[in-house]
């Protein structure tokens, strides 16, 4: 059974960093795609961030790129979110996921290629 465990979240002022945890047991990682995704009330869960378990190739958002970079520790099974200059408008609950994707990664994922989730950390951003 594939658990995500988040961590991390909480409330900061515009302009802080947050670094989100995530800890995946259950199964070997190692041909999984893992990501972050994020979703305020009445809206779609969206895609925030991913990278494959294995290898160093990374997808991003619009919205976060050059602000949010997402890692993977394989001796700690831990997958990170380091966001910084966060923005009011990056309020939200924050998931993280694990996939198998065979083949390319696409430039952006949703969260319907996603079979495994987390609980969810919340993080907000006073402005």
């Known amino acids: 059974q594939v658990q995500l465990v988040e961590s991390g979240g909480g409330l900061v002022q515009a302009g802080a960093s947050l670094r989100l945890s995530c800890a995946a047991s259950g199964r070997t990682f190692s041909s999984y795609t893992m990501g972050w995704f994020r979703q305020v009330p009445g809206k779609e869960r969206d895609f925030v961030a991913a990278i494959r378990w294995i290898g160093d190739i990374t997808r991003y958002a619009d919205s976060v790129k050059g602000r949010f970079t997402i890692s993977r520790d394989t001796a700690k099974s831990t997958v990170y979110l380091q966001m910084n200059s966060l923005k009011p408008e990056d309020t939200a609950v924050y998931y993280c996921?694990?996939?198998?994707?065979?083949?390319?990664?696409?430039?952006?994922?949703?969260?319907?290629?996603?079979?495994?989730w987390g609980q969810g950390t919340q993080v907000t951003v006073s402005s």
């Open positions: 996921a694990a996939a198998q994707i065979i083949g390319i990664l696409p430039g952006t994922l949703s969260s319907d290629d996603f079979g495994f």
